[in-house]
Antibody, heavy 118, light 113 residues
Framework: QVQLQQSGPGLVKPSQTLSLTCAIS??????????WNWIRQSPSGGLEWLGR?????????DYALSVKSRITINADTAKNQLSLHLNSVTPEDTAVYYC????????WGQGTLVTVSS | DIVMTQSPDSLAVSLGERATINCKSS????????????LAWYQQKPGQPPKLFIY???MRESGVPDRFSGSGSGTDFTLSISSLQAEDVAIYYC?????????FGGGTRVEIK
């Protein structure tokens, strides 16, 4: 059973960087069968996929065009965790952020409400 | 990007009656690699992350009651709840994983009439 435990600040100031971590148990971040995603849900409820990473002899990264210039997803194999960095945030980045595994997203973190406000 | 359009936005059904949610993709999501439709359904309750209910358009995730079924092909898909129970009150989302960006429908809120 895969479990994803998210951590990170709930309040970020405009123009700063949003950073979240997703600790993985029950699987390896470098598993050649897995993919690791970040998704966010706006206050109105819409779900937006932000990006993913997966390992197939090398690391691959896919990002949504809407955030591609601002996003970095990293996999830390030593800590078996995933991270999200989103820079130059604005209030429009206020959302609940989730990490999730798979293509059909079978396991999800608990979610982190991130508010962008001064 | 593949646009996922769900209908209706909300649905009120009597306990024990059938609920049907539709999802239309802007292009075919059939995976020739897997010979299956790359379409998933999720249930989300307040304060919880979405929970995978259906994948490959019709495969129930482990533990999902068999009153839930998924069907469809090409660009038109359906999630059906054969006999609505009180615990099924939630928002349901479809999602395609045929290509990136992964995209979701806008959600359908299911309530008890």
């Amino acid at each position: 059973q895969v479990q994803l435990q998210q951590s990170g600040p709930g309040l970020v100031k405009p123009s700063q960087t949003l950073s979240l971590t997703c600790a993985i148990s029950g699987d390896s971040v470098s598993s050649t069968n897995a993919a690791w995603n970040w998704i966010r849900q706006s206050p109105s409820g819409g779900l937006e996929w932000l990006g993913r990473t997966y390992y197939r002899s090398k690391w691959y990264y896919d990002y949504a065009l809407s955030v591609k210039s601002r996003i970095t997803i990293n996999a830390d194999t030593a800590k078996n965790q995933l991270s999200l960095h989103l820079n130059s945030v604005t209030p429009e980045d206020t959302a609940v952020y989730y990490c999730a595994s798979g293509w059909a997203l079978d396991y999800w973190g608990q979610g982190t409400l991130v508010t962008v406000s001064s | 990007d593949i646009v996922m359009t769900q209908s209706p936005d909300s649905l009120a059904v009597s306990l024990g009656e059938r609920a049907t949610i539709n999802c239309k993709s802007s292009q075919d999501v059939f995976s020739t690699t897997h010979n299956k439709e790359s379409l998933a359904w999720y249930q989300q309750k307040p304060g919880q992350p979405p929970k995978l209910f259906i994948y490959w358009a019709s495969m129930r995730e482990s533990g999902v009651p068999d009153r839930f079924s998924g069907s469809g092909s090409g660009t038109d898909f359906t999630l059906s709840i054969s006999s609505l129970q009180a615990e099924d009150v939630a928002i349901y989302y479809c999602q395609q994983y045929y290509n990136v960006p992964l995209t979701f429908g806008g959600g359908t809120r299911v309530e008890i009439k």
